[in-house]
């Protein structure tokens, strides 16, 4: 499970009919219009995200339960934020939220470099474990609210995780023309997905309608 689950040979397993049917609901129920992320999505196994016994489950339109009182996200949102950020090759994401490394593997089989950082220890290095064989990613522990100086600026972050105003230091360390997809709110578990784009004149903000996400927590997030 280990290196596949990043590696993204999920063509003939078991859950392929599974896989192929949630890329269609995807794309004709909802309206997902990027074919290079449901290609992407059609790749990736999925079911090597998720708790043994939710195996059964990883291919429906459903959030789930991981470890840590966390939640894989639900197929439908890794979509949307994936096509809203609009990710090239040349790109180095930042994630905030790394949760199963789902989402991580997605963002790096359309992206460039990508620096995940998860708040809860076991869930990275669990999501370290199962995406060793992506050469282009790197998790960490620690508060992503603070973002990941060392490596900034980004091109692009993601935040997996509902924040009460968009964290100070992730806008601070995006690049010129760079974009931050992020639910925000100002209750713990109801956001609106937002799109930041940083230009010379300022920020531009656009909004995406309502979503449901585990709250950030830390410095620039919600109190624990
Ligand atoms: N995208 C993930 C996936 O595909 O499994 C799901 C992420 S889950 C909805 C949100 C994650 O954000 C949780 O794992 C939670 O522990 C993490 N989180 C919350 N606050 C954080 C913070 N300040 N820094 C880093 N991770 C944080």
Redesign the pocket.
């Known amino acids: 499970m280990t290196s596949s689950a990043g590696n993204g040979r999920a063509g003939s397993d078991e859950f392929a009919m599974a896989r192929d049917r949630m890329i269609r609901v995807l794309r004709d129920e909802f309206d997902v219009s990027d074919e290079r992320v449901l290609g992407v999505m059609a790749s990736v196994p999925r079911h090597l ?1 998720v708790p043994e016994a939710l195996k059964f489950q990883a291919y429906r339109n459903n ?1 789930l339960p ?1 470890s ?1 009182k ?4 639900q197929p439908l949102i ?1 979509a949307r934020m994936t096509e809203l950020l609009d990710l090239e090759k040349k790109h180095k994401v930042l994630e ?9 593997a997605i963002l790096a089989k359309l992206g460039g470099k990508i620096y995940s ?4 220890l076991d ?1 990275a290095e669990t999501a370290k474990k199962r995406l060793a064989g992506l050469n282009n990613v790197t998790i960490k522990c ?4 603070n973002g990941w100086d060392a490596y900034s600026p980004f091109d692009r972050i993601l935040v ?2 509902g924040a009460p105003v968009p964290p100070e230091p992730l806008v601070a360390q995006l690049s010129n023309g760079g974009k931050i997809v992020i639910p925000v709110g100002d209750e713990k578990e109801r956001q609106n997905l937002i799109r930041i784009t940083k230009t010379p004149e300022g920020v531009v903000r656009e909004t995406f309608g309502a979503c449901s ?6 410095d620039h ?1 919600w109190e624990a």
């Open positions: 995200f959030a991981i840590g966390q939640t894989i996200s890794v905030i939220g790394t949760g199963s490394g789902y989402q991580t950082i998860e708040r809860v869930l620690s508060d992503g609210t997996t995780a996400f585990v709250p950030l927590i830390g997030g």
